[in-house]
Every structure is written in C-alpha cells, then in structure tokens.
C-alpha cells in the first residue's frame, strides 16, 4: 500500500512538471500563425504539404497547424475563440459564415487585405462564385480553398453516355434497375437535404426571399414529385433508405451504374472501377439544370486573433495558386483557383474538369444564419412524403410553419438586442433578493429552534475529521462540477442572441411547461419528451435487469463449464467504446443490408415509425447495458448464503418458490443502488439516441436530454431554452431519487 | 444424472446462441478491421472475410514531423539555435497521454472517493446524507450544457494543453459512482476493527490506510476501473482542452477518421479495436474483483 501511494504521489508531481506543450516561443521574432482544420487523409496531407513551403519560403512567420475531429470542430471553436485561446486562422465551410459573423467567431478581411502588398485582383484569381459564397452583409469574411458540390458519378462499363436530361436519366437508370439483385440504375441520399435540394433548383424553386423563408411553394412540391417517381415502389429506379458508406461499396461493386456524390468520393472508389463524371441533368419538366448545392471552404479570420495582419498574410498565401495546385495535385481537392484549371494536366481531366462545369451550374449555400434552420425540418418532409406518411403539400406546409416559428424566436432574439438593455442589473436585484429572502429564513429557523441550531454547531466541531476526510473531493467537485451548475442554471433565465445573453426571468420554462408553441401529441412538446423519456427509462431498466438476472443465474450453476469463458464474452459489449458499436447497431437495423431485417425475413424501414425507431434504440442501449447488470447480479446472488437454499429444499420448496422467497427479497437491497443510479444515466443516454436512430422520424424518439441538445445546437442556438430544459431533467431525477429513497427506506425498515 | 446432462446441454445451446449474438456487432467490427477496402463491408456474414493487417499497421504506425529546437555549441563556444524536424511515433504519443491521463485519473479518482467514501461511511455529520445526495445528483445534469464553463475554468487555472487539466476533468467526474460503490462497501466493514485499532492507538489515518483500504481491494478494483474508463474512452474534451497532435489522446485519434463527408471505416475499425484491448484486459484481470467489488458493499447480509 505505502509503494502505492508514493508511486501515485510521483505520477502527480511528474504531471506538474510535465512541461507545456507549447514550445517556448518569447526569444523567437518569429510571428506564429495558428491554423486549425479537420482535413483529414490526402487532403490534410497537401494542405500541411503547402505549409511547410511556405515555412520555408519566408521567415518571418511560422505557421502552426492543429488537425482536430471533426465531430469537435466547431463546439472546440465555440469554446476556444471567445477566450483568445483559438487559432488565428482556421478552414471551415462557408455556410456557417453570417452564423459566424453575427455571434462574433470570425472577422471581415477587406480591411487588411488592403493593408498587404501585392495581393493580385482576387475576383480574377478565385471562381466569382466561391468569393460570393464568403460575403457576408457586403463584406468578405476569407478566402475559399476548395468547392464542392454534387455531380453524377456513372460506371463506364454499364453506362455509354451520361444522360443529359432527367428523362435519359430515368430510361438508363430503368434499363439497369433490378431491384431483387440489389442492382439500381441511380443511387443517391434520398431522403438528405442536401442531395434533393438539386431538384429543387431544377424546378426552379428558392429557400428564402429576403429574411422570409419560401419552403412550400409549387417548385418545392414538384421537386418532392419527382424525386417520389424515382423511387416508386412499382418501378423504382432509385432505393431509398440508403446511406452514405452503402452507396460507396454499391458502385464498387459494379451494383450502382449512377451515383450522385461529391468530391470526396474519389478517393473512394476502387482503382479497378473505370468510371466518369457528368453534370446533374437538365429536369425535362422544366427545362432547367439541376443545380447542386456549392459548398466553399475557406480560410476563414478568428475575431479573436491578436496577428489579423500576419494571419491574413499567410491565408492570401495559403490560397495562392502555387499552393492551390499542390491541393490540387496532392490532395486531389477541387480549388477555388481559375487558373489551375488552365494547366493542360486539369484542362484533360475529364473529373476534375467536370467538377469545375458543375460548380458553375450550382447555387451558392445561402450563408445567412438563418440557413441552419432549415436542414432538420426539411429532411422530415422528405421522410413523410418518403414513407407516404404526407402528401407533398402537407409535408412542405408543416416544414414552412417550423422553420417560420424558429424565425420568429430568433426576431424575438433581435427585439432583446434592439432594446439594448440586457437586463443584468435585473437579475442582480432578483438574486439578491432572493438570498436575502433565503438567509433571513434561516436567521428565523435558528432563533426559533434554538436547541437545534447549538446541537447543529456543536456535532459540526466534534466531526471536524470527517471534514477534513471530504474536503479534497469537495473543492474538485466544486470546482469542476458546481461551478458549471450554478453557471448552466443562471443561463436558463437568459436568451441568447449574437453573443449576448438577455435577462427574460422565467420566460423559457414558461415557454417549456405550457408548451405554447408546440402543443401536445407534436413531437416538441415537453410533455411528449417526456412520456418518451420514462418509456425509454423503464423499458431500458426492465429489459436489462431482466436479462442480467437470467445470465447470472445460469452461469451461478455451480456444476456448469466453460462459465469463465461465457462471463468474459458477455461483458464485452461494456468494453468496447460505445461509439463504434452504436454505428454498427445502426447499420445492423439497415432496411436493405441489415442483419436484422435478413434473419427474420423482413423488409421493415426502422426508422420510418416512431414504434420501431424507439425498438432500435432500444435495443442497442439494452445490449450496452445488459453486462453492467449481469455482474451487479452475479455479485448480489454470490453472497447469498447457500444454507438458506438448503433448508427450503428440505422443506420441499420449489425452483420457484426458491427464487421467489429467498433469492428476491434477498437481491432486492443489493440490486437497488445500480438500479438507481443506471435510471439516471439512462434518463441520461444520449449517445444511442443520438447515434442510432437520430430522433428519427422527426424528433419522435428523441428523449429530453436529446431535445436540450437541439435546442442548444441544431435550432438557432437557444441556449437558454436548452438549459432551461436541463434543469427541469434534474428537478424530474431529482424528485425520482427522494421518492425511491423514501420508498425503500419504508420497505425494508433498516434504513441507516 | 443424465437429465442433469440433457438439461446443461440445453444450457449451453442457449449460452452459445446468446454469446454470438452478444459478441455479433463487435465482429462486424473485426470484420471491417481486417478488411483491405476502406468501404463497409454490406454481407450480413459477421466472420472476416480477408485477414490483411494493413489497417491495423496503419494505424499503429502513424507518425508525424514535428519541430525542435536544438542548441548547438561551436569551437568558439557560441550557441546557436536550430530547429530541425524530427519524425516522432504518434500512435506511441498518444498511447503515452492516453495511459498516463487514464491512469492518473484512475488513481486521483481512487484517492478522492475513498477518503470521501471513508468520511460519509463512517462519521454522522450534519451534511452527511445531504452531501450524499449531491454526489448523486451531479449524475443528473445533463454535461451538454456544462462545457463552455468547464473550458473557461480549465483556461483560467492555466490547464489548457495539459494533462493534468484533463485528469482532473475525468477524475471528478468519475467520483460520484466511485464514492457510493466504496460507501457501501465500507459500510460492510465492522467498525469494531478499526475501534480496537484505536484504542491501541493508531491514528484515524492510519486506520484508515492500513485496516480498512487492505480490506476492501475488491471495491478499489471497480472503482480504478471506472475511472480509468472514463479517461480511456472521453474524446470530446480531450479534442477541446488539447492543442497539439502530440497531446492527443487515443479516442481524438479514432475520431480524426471520420470525416465531415466520409469514414475511413477500414482505420476507424481497427483503430477502435486496439483502443478497447487494454478495457478489456482490464476487465477479464479485475473479473473477479468486479463481481464482488461491485456489490457486496450493498448487500449487508
């Protein structure tokens, strides 16, 4: 024990004195330039590739470069700008642009540009296109690296020439199509945003006219038309219910003679495939081009740099065509150079010219913040007219009133911000008050019950021990835990808007327990969440005890083989993370590929249906949780005395008897803190929903914590309203835990 | 004799049934390891079908240029300085942060809760059952919406970056279960044990680090366990608080496979496989532990 501790005391102190990460840089001259991205494979190669040239090539300014997943990217961002610790630069996509600008996590440009010498015209050196995809209120916010956007892949082998009008399209798509061999003529995302929004465009449709959104017009119910003939259950054409990494081995296996996808497949398709590329069809119904969605990558100025002249030097050098063409080359990016598309080498390059074609027959993403809004609510259209859960119209109108509520939330934003007073002082005055109100209680209490209040002083002096015994874990937990509690808790009194927040008083829990924008069976309304919440709880619960239980009775078998084996295989699914075999579950559930469907003969969309949906979570959390609860009962049933067995057989007691007198009542105590605390954390589970079904169908699985999410990150940044739901999550488990504790203090009259 | 016989064969038909199905998604994830193609493979046939390490060899082979600086001291007794790069082993970086944030955090864990788990056990002090319950409430917020602070607290203590920021992250939140799992363990511990020991006069630490901590090994077993799986398989924080490729930790490597666009399955796969070896070596070592730390504590008999 004692080399225990002096081992753990030497890891502690060599961890104090592990030196910083950060290489000293005072005595340097040299400017550091931080540069933060989430390329990753050949992509991140070339762009470390033009760095490094550029390191060399001057030596007044070092550039850093920091590759982060891309799942933290921008919550990483989120945190680290607003305290000066983020990067100088960093590359991102352009839709979040205006979102970026508003909430004062990136910075116009112009100004230092201008400052720079010798930065050529840039309208002559990037596509017009991917410069306006960087405006932002008549201001440029970086300079674009890369464009992507949709185009249609088709296997040369299967297909002669590449249809030029959607008719063509359909003819060759039907010619190829058999659905029984799993073999299909055009596969893409239907059921995305994303991919369907080039339908869109082809009828001619918009998302937003000024500061209104126009989602329900006829354009948008033709395009849904459409894409509904390419997928008709009598002839279909396309499958629907595909994904991203399914459509990737359908067309390396010769499965998928057209694919419509983006840059990023190249690197995904197999040497062996002899394939091209086409622009998306003209829409014979309309006469016009499809047009994809363009996305433009950029470097983009954080607000908080310290160097924006240095940062705006190397993001103009970055982007210049010497560099671009090292992206080019090495890691086969589409830039946002003209002149790379000059050289002979591209010039014949049928793909990369293609891409080029495509770009200029694709509509900029709108980069207004109201953009964001949009994505969830439309992919639930798609889905209802997907699965005929909704006509078009229906679909469209429901889609249009969501998002219009969203918008009218974010002019109630603007209203705060328009008043200028952020109400602080307000909510001093209330906290005060409060706490005066609290401590003046307690006075009273003390003076009134006196007895009480010596003995309370008194047991406090003699226990000064146990104090001393808690302290340690006290202040890290306060530091680390209360602080961020009391912090979220204040938040839920606030609204957030552009990187302000603004005292409403109880508005948000308001606005959540009497549901007065959603009312009940809709899939926001609170009292839904939470019906679904405690079914998930208490399904998950029953299910997983349930099933430890069983397991750990067989294998308590004395006489039984290989249990040590079974044991080990069976706690496996507690070992693995999580977040790999929740996508696999994910995968396992797959319409068309799924294990599941296959074994029991089904053809079943799971995510089509809330029931089913629900099921898939289901069982994914029950085959995570399951082991917990075997060892938990294993331990529990171990210190049964076996004696107590041996009298009821005596007496004649059956197995059932046995299990229902002895090993129950006896278990109960033991299983109860596990159950506790696994109601928690599965009240809790966010991960599952949120990797596994996806709240699918919109929204309809999604469980309280989940919901919070939403709030906070995918519906226009309500921070407040996601706290606000937070603690009505901890008042609810709150609430549970005292009444379990009293319940089970009632039960077994021993309570300590 | 022989319906016994009859009756465990059945047993182990079902045991055998509901291992595979148990184990079913995990060999997918072998399968897709072992593959050569970075696409996903779409057979509902689990079993690998091609046996290439390449992944595996990838993933475990990473490395990366860094820059250092090197002093160097002429004839003259000048000092000059260069930077020069140098090729370090990444995976074997992030190995070390993993298992030194991971273990860390295990052991800082294990020192928090006990003397806690000690106190709470133990002592009757106004507060007791109150900080109890707060122990168990933290578990009921949701951590979404703690990041922005926890990260504004980590950069005012001057943490950002390193190590100790993120065990002391971990090791905190890994204290709650810790400290009710030990509380109920010790609350098995006859006090009359430690009672003697002080009236032979060992003082209240010494009892409590050679009388009770020797006793309830089991319990320590579960509690290093948890919290050094909380350090071993968190990514978000590790890819928010750290700054540098060099300090990452193993999770943020797997993650860096998945792409705003694509996965690199094949990497993705194999990496999440030699990520979960060292779980699960923990796991069948302290099996027996497990069973008994977990539990006992609770069941007073």
Redesign the interface.
Known sequence: ?TRFLRF?VA??VT??A?P????DES?NSQVII?LWH?Y??AEKAALEATVEAYNKSQKEIAVEV???????FA??L???IP?G?GPDIFIF?HDRVGDWAVNKRIQPIDSYLKQLDGVTDLDSRFFPKTMEALTFENELYGLPTTF?SLALFYNKKLIDNPPETSAEMITLAKKFTKNAENRFGLVYEVGKFYSHAPWIFGFGGEFFEGHKAVLNTKAHAEALRFMKTLIDPADPVVPKGIQ???I???F?EGKAAMVIS?P??L??I?KNVDYGLALLPVISESGKRAQPLLGAEAFLLSKTTQKPLAAVKVMNALTSDWAAQIRQEKGHQTVANKAIYERPEVKNDQIVSTFMHQMENAVPMPNIPIMGLIWAPYDLALAEVINDKSTPEAALNKCQRTVEHYIIAQDEGQALKDKGDNGIGTFICHIAILFGLLLIALIAYAIVRKEKTKK?FK??R??I???G??A???I??G???????V??IS?AFFRYFQNDYYYIGIKNFIDILFSGEYPFPDNYNFYYKLLITIAWTVSNLVITVAVGLA?AL?LK?P????K?I?????????????Y??AI??R??FDQR?G?IN??FGLNIDWWANTGTAFLTNLATNC?LGFPFMM??????L??I?SDLYEAAKVDGASKWQQFRHITLP?LK??????I??ST??T??Q?NVIYLVSKGAPGGATDIL?SE??RW?FERGNR?GY??AY?II??FI??LY?QVTNRVTKGTEGSG? | MNK?KVK?IF??I??IC??FI?????L??VQIALGT??????S?N?FPTEFSLKNFKEVLTSSKNI?V?KVITNDKGEET?ITEDKEVWLFGRQLFNSL?VS??TA??GI???C??A???S?????G?RA?L?A???????????????????I?K?GL?????GL???Y???S?P?C??NLK?YF?TIPKELEEAAIIDGAS?FRVF??IV??LCKPALAVTFLFSFMTGW?E??LA??F??????YTL??M????????????GH??AG?LI??IP??AL??AL?RN???????G????
């Open positions: 024990m753990a890891l502690l961890l104090f592990w910083s990460a950060q290489a005595q931080r989430s990753r494979d920091l590759s982060i997943p891309n799942e933290a919550s990483k989120d945190s680290a305290h610790t996509a992507k991203g990494y399914q990737t081995s359908l390396n983006g990023w497949f690197s995904e197999n309370f047991d406090i003699e226990n021990f146990a104090y015994y808690i340690p874990t006290v890290s937990m530091l680390v835990v209360f602080i961020p509690f912090y979220a938040l397991l067989i078998e006489l039984l083989k290989f040590g079974y044991r080990v295989l069976l706690i496996i699914p507690w070992a693995v993370p999580s790999i075999t696999i579950w995968g396992m590929y294990v296959h074994i085959w060892v938990v009962s294993l331990g529990a171990q210190s005395p006896l105590p033991a299983l109860f803190p596990s506790i605390l928690v954390w009240f809790n966010f914590i919070a999410y906070a921070y996601a706290a937070s999550i901890f488990l709150f835990s300590r | 016994q465990f047993v182990h079902f045991l509901f291992t148990t184990i079913f998604p995990v997918k994830v193609s970075n696409n996903f493979n779409l509902v689990p820059k600086e300085k030194v273990i860390a052991l800082m020192l928090l809760a003397t806690a000690y106190a709470f133990r002592f009757k002090f106004p007791q900080g319950m122990f168990l409430v933290t578990q009921m917020f949701p951590g979404t919406m703690m990041m922005i602070p926890l990260y504004i607290i950069e203590l950002l970056d390193q190590m100790l065990i002391l992250v090791s905190t939140t204290i279960f400290v009710w109920g609350d209240h680090w050679q901590m020797p398989n990514f978000i890819a928010t750290m700054s540098n490729e060099t300090s999770p943020v797997l993650q860096q496979f998945i792409g705003e666009y694509s996965v690199d399955w993705f796969a999440a990520v979960s779980v699960m796991f069948f099996q497990l069973v008994s730390g977990l539990t006992a609770a069941v007073k008999g």
